[in-house]
């Protein structure tokens, strides 16, 4: 199957999003963290990122420009494979230059029918 990486500050999605792809056969790496997302994509070769879109900033508060930051910063490294978006506000990456460089935007709570079946579009 493929080799995916999570990125969410939120482990308990991390966990419950990991523990369903590794059961339907997929190779996940996790990243709590923006620069453990970024490291991850330029290193490990993922053949799909799945992300969230709100990261904590400079103040730990929950900010989007986080997340669109990382989605820059992981084209910018050369990273071309299908990304994903799952976010609780995806107006928050509508109409920016980023919504450009995704894949697919799907907003939270996301049935985990409907993301298996989007990884499956976007890497067969």
Same mark, same amino acid.
């Given at each position: ?7 969410? /500050?939120?482990?308990?999605?991390? &966990? ?6 590794? $059961? ?8 709590? $963290?923006? &620069? ?7 290193? &490990? ?6 992300? /969230?879109? @709100?990261?904590?900033?400079? &103040? ?43 894949? @697919? ?7 985990? @029918? ?11």
């Amino acid at each position: 199957m493929s080799r995916i990486l999570l990125a969410d /500050d939120d482990l308990a999605q991390l &966990s419950l999003q990991k523990l369903v792809l590794e $059961t339907e056969g997929h190779q996940v790496d996790v990243a709590p $963290t923006f &620069s453990l997302a970024l490291r991850h994509a330029m290193r &490990s070769a993922p053949d799909l990122v799945i992300m /969230d879109l @709100r990261f904590p900033n400079g &103040s730990a508060k929950p900010d989007a420009r986080e997340g669109l930051l990382l989605i820059r910063r992981i084209r910018e490294a050369g990273c071309r494979v299908p990304l994903i978006v799952l976010s609780g506000w995806p107006d928050e990456i509508y109409g920016q230059p980023e919504e450009r460089l995704v894949s @697919r935007v799907l907003g939270k709570p996301v049935e985990m @029918r409907a993301l298996l079946l989007a990884i499956a579009e976007l890497v067969g």
